[in-house]
């Protein structure tokens, strides 16, 4: 059923995508096994060291095809192939296996016999191997041959470690590279879960702990969610739709185009309209005097991976490892670029890195995004790149609006900016006005070219045809990372929604952070659609339109540090880890968090501090067991 309506060519297609991650399983159980047979020695040729060898291998063979036999049954729960499962096996054992014990009878009989037949061959196959003999006799026939043994072990490695690695591509292979498109199954389909559980034993397990009942945990995420929503299944605790659309049926659907630039490391403290003195955002500021400006709003990380995750999929960072490249990949989400392609949008990924950098690519297409732009895409003889990371930012946007004239509307986009990222290149000298008295001039020239590069891509937009009927969303990726004194400085990010037509000149003074940006979207567009996000929507839309009065909720905000967490409510501004409070703080007369409110404000530092435990649990355990959203 998972693949009706799915073409055979499709499903074929999964096949063969799929063989580059059987061959990578099948290399990382037996890889070292077949180096041990191969080596050049006189001793690997005894039958007492070819019978350990085999042994040895026999045991990881037969905890591969328990892994398969697991996964089998297993899939059908969690609709992902097994993964961190294997930990709670591990410390679980007796329990799990009377559960299955008397849960799966019949296919344990049929496992047994299917172990039974594995035995038989490969019993023959050992017995032939035994058997062989070199019958080698002169001297130098045995140099030669040794010699050939070499060259043999060494190519043999080669061959191995790029097996595994899944070929030559910039980053080794991982689950999202079977994702072609955001039909889950079909990449399911192309993975095992012999490497899925490999990736997950080489990274470690996640910090799972428990801090509250399950029920509790999430009834606290929920309140902390509840934008007058109504849930929609206790199975999967996000799912939500807003009460008012559908107690209203008659409400529309506006078909504005949405466009999101990620500008790279824009922390708030060095923006010109956030007080910074050297004004380096000429035209973020311009813009953001016309638009909606949020000047309490944080970044929901601290690497651009994490950023992307959080405005384009509302999914925070709760664990050591970013969801994109990790197994998580594999999960059923609700990203903007799905909702929007629903809606009839077509869907743009445009960045000037190299095709597969920083995963970006992979994960685009799990979150709906059909038309990927990359620097390969440029003709790099008409553009300038900066020789570390891609090409130039005033090359990208052009490139952007290129795109949305040709794009049939309504389109939806996310537009990477790259420059301001060390080492902070230029295109030219002429972009180098601050010297080397001002500190950290290097960014704050890259930024100023950036914003240089903004302010040309809206001067030619103004001139198109979509521009009227579009939202623009400028927010950072995450703070530059340099020179921040505080938690408050690390995560603290300009953002502004911006449409001359459609979001009246205003300053939300509200905690708000990257996990709201797609629920407040589908509010803006007025949207009477399913959505699991991390956040709520910054504002509460009247019947007739954005143009009217919008009512501003006061929010949270979730500022993962390591094994410190930040946790922002109205004025207070908590620190803390999993094992006790660090500091409390009133961060909007106190910016500098110098005064800890502690001792003073125990109840609400306790009431903060289950707000934060009840949403890192809720929010792991959703993503484990694959529950943020059912398709």
């Not at 296919?107 to 035994?130: D, G, H, N």
């Not at 900066?386 to 537009?415: H, L, M």
């Amino acid at each position: 059923s998972l693949f009706h309506g799915v073409s055979s060519g499709e499903i074929l297609l999964s096949f063969l995508v799929g063989l580059r991650f059987d061959i990578a399983s099948v290399m990382i159980v037996g890889g070292i096994f077949f180096l041990l047979f191969l080596l050049p020695f006189s001793f690997a040729k005894q039958p007492l060291y070819k019978k350990i060898v085999f042994s040895l291998f026999a045991v990881f063979l037969l905890a591969s095809l328990l892994v398969f036999a697991s996964d089998l049954f297993y899939y059908q729960f969690v609709g992902r192939r097994f993964s961190f499962e294997v930990f709670t096996f591990l410390k679980n054992t007796s329990d799990v296996s009377a559960m299955i014990a008397k849960a799966y009878k019949v296919e344990l009989v049929v496992f047994t016999l299917f172990l039974a037949l594995v035995y038989f061959l490969f019993r023959k196959l050992i017995r032939k191997f035994m058997n062989e003999e070199s019958g080698i006799t002169i001297e130098e026939s045995k140099r030669k041959i040794f010699l050939k043994e070499i060259s043999v072990f060494i190519f043999a490695i080669f061959v191995i470690i790029i097996s595994i690695r899944g070929g030559f591509q910039l980053k080794p292979l991982r689950e999202s590279y079977a994702f072609r498109n955001d039909n889950l199954p079909l990449g399911h389909l192309s993975l095992n879960p012999v490497f899925t559980v490999a990736r997950v034993l080489f990274k470690g397990n996640e910090n799972g702990t428990e801090f509250y009942p399950t029920n509790y945990s999430i009834s606290v995420m929920r309140e902390l969610l509840n934008n007058n929503d109504e849930f929609l299944d206790n199975d999967f605790p996000l799912m939500r739709k807003s009460k008012s659309q559908i107690a209203n049926p008659k409400s529309q659907t506006s078909k504005l185009n949405v466009v999101i630039f990620m500008m790279e490391s824009w922390g708030a403290k060095n923006i010109g309209v956030f007080g910074n003195k050297f004004h380096p955002t000429n035209n973020f500021d311009s813009l953001a005097a016309h638009g909606m400006l949020f000047t309490n709003f944080f970044a929901s990380g601290q690497r651009t991976i994490q950023g992307m995750q959080a405005v384009v999929g509302s999914i925070p960072t709760l664990f050591n490892e970013d969801i994109i490249g990790s197994a998580m990949e594999q999960n059923s989400f609700r990203t903007l670029g799905n909702i929007l392609k629903e809606q009839g949008y077509k869907t743009l990924f445009i960045h000037g890195a190299r095709a597969g950098s920083m995963g970006f690519d992979a994960f685009a297409k799990i979150a709906g995004f059909d038309k990927i732009i990359s620097k390969d895409d440029f003709d790099i003889s008409k553009v300038k790149e900066d020789g570390t990371w891609g090409v130039f930012d005033e090359y990208i946007f052009e490139k952007a609006n290129e795109e949305f004239r040709a794009t049939q509307e309504p389109f939806c986009s996310v537009v990477f900016s790259l420059t301001s990222h060390s080492p902070y290149e230029l295109p030219s000298k002429e972009f180098a006005v601050y010297g080397d008295t001002i500190p950290n001039y290097k960014f704050l020239n890259s930024l100023r070219y950036s914003d240089y590069a903004l302010g040309i891509f809206f001067e030619q937009a103004k001139k198109e045809k979509y521009f009227d009927n579009t939202i623009f969303v400028i927010v950072a990726d995450h703070v530059e990372g340099f020179g921040e004194k505080n938690m408050y400085e690390r995560f603290h990010i300009p953002c502004l929604f911006y449409s001359s037509k459609n979001i009246s000149p205003q300053k939300v003074v509200s905690t708000q952070n990257q996990l709201d940006i797609l629920p407040t979207i589908l509010d803006m567009l007025n949207l009477n659609v399913v959505h699991s996000s991390f956040g709520n929507s910054s504002i509460k839309n009247e019947e007739s339109g954005m143009r009217n009065e919008n009512k501003i909720r006061n929010d949270f905000a979730f500022l993962p540090n390591g094994n410190t967490f930040g946790w922002v409510e109205n004025s207070l501004f908590l620190i803390a880890n999993t094992e006790r409070n660090i500091g409390l703080y009133n961060f909007r007369n106190d910016v500098a968090l110098k005064k800890n409110l502690l001792k003073e404000k125990q109840t609400e530092s306790e009431t903060l501090r289950a707000q934060l435990l009840s949403f890192i649990q809720a929010g792991r355990n959703i993503l484990k067991e694959n529950k943020l959203y059912r398709r």
